[in-house]
């Protein structure tokens, strides 16, 4: 594809409710992170996906985040019951070959995620 | 993967270069440098990276200590549309961190 791409652009949700963010990847990209970023700040890593190994779930903040992948394609982020924190943008990225010197990510636009 | 430390802004004047410097003094052997940016709204874009050797695109240059344990991207004739927020990172999966500001005035 031409680029990573992410769906919703803007979600508007009530707390508590749940909600999915969907992320596509670049064709043929093996690696695929989700960051958050809160309002004025850097990115806060969340969870890595590469091929079929486990993936990286250190950066999740708590039980209610999880994501899945679909083989080396889309990939789904859930949070539950949300809660006014989980405000933020959350930007997704991927990678062609996790080596360490061909690492460079390629950022989709970002789901902008407000919880009333 | 090793953590980066960073001036929070930075000023420039147009034309002039930007030498933004970033410390990772725990860096570990294999681990490559990373610069990214983010303008206002926008995912970050990749600048370059390096791991031991200056390394030089269309976009900047990296310079590395010979320890590793630091690092500056230069941009050499910065423009009002570098104004970003610029990240240094470390390996692959990282928090980024809170970055420098970089505001270049006419």
């Known amino acids: 594809g031409a680029g990573v791409s992410q769906s919703p652009s803007n979600k508007v949700t009530e707390k508590g409710k749940d909600v999915e963010l969907r992320c596509d990847p670049i064709?043929?990209?093996?690696?695929l992170y989700w960051y958050r970023q809160r309002l004025g700040q850097g990115l806060e890593f969340l969870i890595y996906?590469?091929?079929?190994?486990?993936?990286?779930k250190s950066g999740l903040p708590s039980d209610r985040f999880s994501a899945e992948r679909t083989g080396e394609s889309v990939s789904t982020l859930t949070i539950q019951r949300t809660q006014q924190e989980d405000s933020a943008v959350y930007l997704c990225?991927?990678?062609?070959?996790?080596?360490?010197?061909?690492?460079?990510?390629?950022f989709g636009p970002g789901t902008r995620l407000t919880v009333l | 993967d090793a953590k980066t430390t960073q001036p929070t802004s930075m000023d420039c004047a147009e034309g002039r270069a930007a030498n933004l410097p970033c410390n990772h003094s725990?860096?570990?052997?294999?681990?490559?440098v990373y610069w990214y940016r983010q303008i206002h709204s926008q995912g970050p874009q990749y600048i370059i990276h390096?791991?031991?050797n200056n390394e030089t695109n269309e976009m900047a240059s990296l310079i590395i200590t010979e320890d590793r344990k630091s690092s500056t991207l230069i941009l050499p004739h910065a423009t009002l549309r570098d104004t970003a927020v610029y990240y240094c990172?470390?390996?692959?999966?990282?928090?980024f961190g809170d970055g420098t500001t970089l505001t270049v005035k006419p």
């Open positions: 990225a991927s990678s062609l070959q996790p080596g360490l010197g061909n690492n460079e990510q390629f």
């Open positions: 064709s043929g990209h093996t690696a």
């Open positions: 996906f590469q091929g079929n190994s486990a993936p990286d």
């Open positions: 725990t860096i570990s052997g294999n681990e490559y």
């Open positions: 390096g791991l031991k």
């Open positions: 990172i470390v390996g692959g999966k990282s928090t």
